[in-house]
């Protein structure tokens, strides 16, 4: 059945903007109707257009800013209006941050009852050229041409982009090449994505190709991958498919240093890391500090990934835990251990949504416990956390929603929230990355 074309409200009223939604959207009204609107900040007043109409509330774009807010800048992506990767580059920088601090304490506060003793200073870094991991999608059509670029605002399709200031130069000064690159290419139309790692000792790109690639089209490819210095994989299938065309010989990683720890730890391409390496060294200080690892202490490391905290914590304690439901990332994390010389830390292998009870790892107590979870959150594994009799949480949360749904779990177990506070993790985008400590009563 044909989907009838959404109506919107007529007319591009003016809008006085509030305050900020939780997705960090201006909040207004328009004859009584809460409108959400992109582009606009709390004290402006500004011109809308209409993008979406639901029965309760209205969505818009703010075309003309009337009245400034102090804290509006100039949006440094040419980009900046058509692709969704970036949502907040007209707000200053501190403003950002300032912003997603007061979502996590209103979260906390309203599905948690929680208000926070202490609020952590925000960890900050430069707030462009840190992302190190990204997606670029493909679509080659006569129409359009080729279009290399991120997915639009709310939307599928792609824009072509020629700058990304989010991202290192070293990677983005060769994206004019690379869109020039797949347009001479045989087997342009069966390009569907390319993955981007960058590394601190080199960057890798990852062509996801549904045909095989014809013999002219591998050295075109192959020519750029060593013009550019950038490690080449090709992916005709799965990720099991994956293998690396440039260079020949060597261990398929790239690696990034956590200097604190004395640690340097190796990853894919496909791998998931924290993609802001400067918070990331801030991120796990802090988690190391606010853990207070003691001599003789056991630790447990849940959602470790492959070792981004459990080795630091290695360096601190006396035996660490480290569980992760991928496979791939527990040989990781064990290969990291061995490159770096330590033996008191163990990977094991679980599905941490499911009862882990049974596991011989959670039959030992643990002093302290670190919590990394996904944006689904932890809420089934936390239920069992009081089985360990840890003094000390750390949980590192990416949605403040299910950290205030956990927290609350926590409570109910006997741990009370003494700190936490946000990172920059995502600068220019509404991602909001926090870390809170509980502490068991006694």
Request: net charge positive; proline share 6%.
């Amino acid at each position: 059945m044909k989907r009838r074309r959404q109506r919107l409200p007529a007319g591009t009223p003016t809008v006085e903007i509030e305050r900020l939604s939780h997705e960090v959207r201006g909040i207004g009204r328009v004859r009584g109707k809460t409108v959400f609107v992109d582009n606009a900040l709390p004290g402006e007043t500004v011109r809308i257009g209409y993008t979406a109409s639901r029965s309760k509330f209205d969505e818009g774009v703010a075309r003309e800013v009337i009245e400034v807010s102090p804290d509006r800048c100039v949006p440094r992506c040419a980009h900046f209006d058509a692709c969704g990767g970036c949502a907040l580059q007209h707000m200053q920088a501190p403003a950002q941050i300032a912003a997603k601090q007061q979502i996590l304490l209103d979260q906390l506060q309203r599905f948690a009852g929680i208000i926070v003793p202490e609020i952590l200073p925000p960890l900050v870094a430069a707030p462009y050229g840190y992302r190190r991991k990204a997606r670029l999608g493909i679509r080659a059509s006569r129409s359009r041409g080729v279009v290399l670029g991120f997915r639009e605002k709310r939307s599928n399709q792609l824009t072509p982009i020629s700058e990304c200031p989010i991202m290192p130069d070293d990677f983005t000064r060769h994206l004019p090449a690379l869109t020039q690159l797949i347009g001479h290419c045989e087997s342009r139309a069966g390009f569907s994505h390319l993955e981007v790692a960058i590394g601190e000792d080199a960057s890798a790109m990852v062509l996801r190709h549904q045909h095989p690639l014809p013999e002219a089209d591998l050295q075109q490819w192959l020519a750029f991958a060593q013009r550019a210095g950038i490690h080449l994989y090709l992916q005709p299938g799965d990720t099991d498919s994956v293998h690396r065309l440039w260079p020949g010989t060597g261990a398929e990683r790239l690696h990034y240093r956590l200097p604190e720890f004395d640690l340097q730890l190796g990853f894919h391409p496909l791998d998931f890391i924290q993609v802001n390496f400067a918070i990331n060294r801030q991120m796990v200080e802090r988690a190391v500090e606010l853990l207070d690892i003691q001599p003789g202490e056991r630790v447990l490391d849940l959602f470790c990934g492959l070792g981004n905290f459990t080795l630091p914590l290695a360096r601190r304690a006396t035996a660490v835990v480290g569980v992760e439901g991928e496979a791939a990332l527990l040989v990781r994390g064990r290969e990291n251990a061995a490159a770096n010389g330590l033996d008191n830390v163990t990977f094991h292998a679980a599905d941490l949504t499911r009862d882990i009870s049974a596991k011989p790892w959670a039959r030992a107590g643990f002093d302290k416990v670190l919590i990394d979870p996904p944006r689904t959150g932890a809420i089934e594994v936390v239920r069992e956390l009081a089985r360990f009799q840890a003094s000390r949480i750390v949980y590192v949360s990416c949605n403040p929603a299910t950290l205030a749904r956990d927290a609350a779990e926590l409570e109910k177990l006997g741990y009370r929230l003494q700190r936490a506070g946000v990172m920059d993790m995502f600068p220019q985008t509404t991602h909001v990355e926090s870390m809170a400590m509980f502490e068991r009563e006694k």
